[in-house]
T-cell receptor, first 111, second 114 residues
Framework: GNSVTQMEGPVTLSEEAFLTINCTYT??????LFWYVQYPGEGLQLLLK?????DKGSNKGFEATYRKETTSFHLEKGSVQVSDSAVYFC??????????FGAGTTVTVRA | KAGVTQTPRYLIKTRGQQVTLSCSPI?????VSWYQQTPGQGLQFLFE???????NKGNFPGRFSGRQFSNSRSEMNVSTLELGDSALYLC?????????????FGPGTRLLVL
């Protein structure tokens, strides 16, 4: 079946540091790929998405590129802020009307 | 547009009781999905509805059920609650018809079973 594996956390960074969260997937066909973010006490917010190979999703300084050859969708941000502290989830959607999520990566940014 | 709304936001129940959670999708969205989030199991898919039809169901016992109404609003029900049902229940909606469409999430209902 479809599955997502993402980097285990927690990740602790200083402000203005570079952030990478690795995400790889297993899926049949051509899934859409997503990154969602969850702040404490809230639901999930869509951060970015990509629907086909070589697409780059970007939002709020975050980027991720859909790499079919390596089945990856790594999240990157060049300079993190304290406000980026949250839990990040990689997810995929294939032809089964559901999202399959990774385990989530907790990111803490220190001032 | 208003986002996905879920009611109630918090619930406390005791073992053996049943509970009904409600979800109103974004206007124009006809697909509604439900997920359970727990610290141990992460985010797990419960079921998805489109035009009042369940199109997919996750690996949960029959105590978990759902339905969708003609206005796309959805409810999920958990009967004979167990301690392990304590979780954040998230509802998401998406544009009609297409798998792979972006799902937009509500704030969730936090259920505590005592």
């Amino acid at each position: 079946g479809n599955s997502v594996t993402q980097m285990e956390g927690p990740v602790t960074l200083s402000e203005e540091a570079f952030l990478t969260i690795n995400c790889t997937y297993t899926a049949t066909g051509y899934p859409s790929l997503f990154w969602y973010v969850q702040y404490p006490g809230e639901g999930l917010q869509l951060l970015l998405k990509a629907t086909k190979a070589d697409d780059k999703g970007s939002n709020k300084g975050f980027e991720a590129t859909y790499r079919k050859e390596t089945t990856s969708f790594h999240l990157e941000k060049g300079s993190v802020q304290v406000s980026d502290s949250a839990v990040y989830f990689c997810a995929l959607s294939a032809s089964d009307y559901k999202l399959s999520f990774g385990a989530g990566t907790t990111v803490t940014v220190r001032a | 547009k208003a986002g996905v709304t879920q009611t109630p936001r918090y619930l406390i129940k005791t073992r053996g009781q049943q509970v009904t959670l409600s979800c109103s999708p974004i206007s124009g969205h006809r697909s509604v999905s439900w997920y359970q989030q727990t610290p141990g199991q992460g985010l797990q898919f419960l079921f998805e509805y489109f035009s009042e039809t369940q199109r997919n169901k996750g690996n949960f016992p029959g105590r978990f059920s759902g339905r969708q109404f003609s206005n796309s609003r959805s409810e999920m029900n958990v009967s004979t609650l167990e301690l392990g049902d304590s979780a954040l229940y998230l509802c998401a909606s998406s544009q009609p018809g297409q798998s792979g469409e972006t799902q937009y999430f509500g704030p969730g209902t936090r259920l505590l079973v005592l």
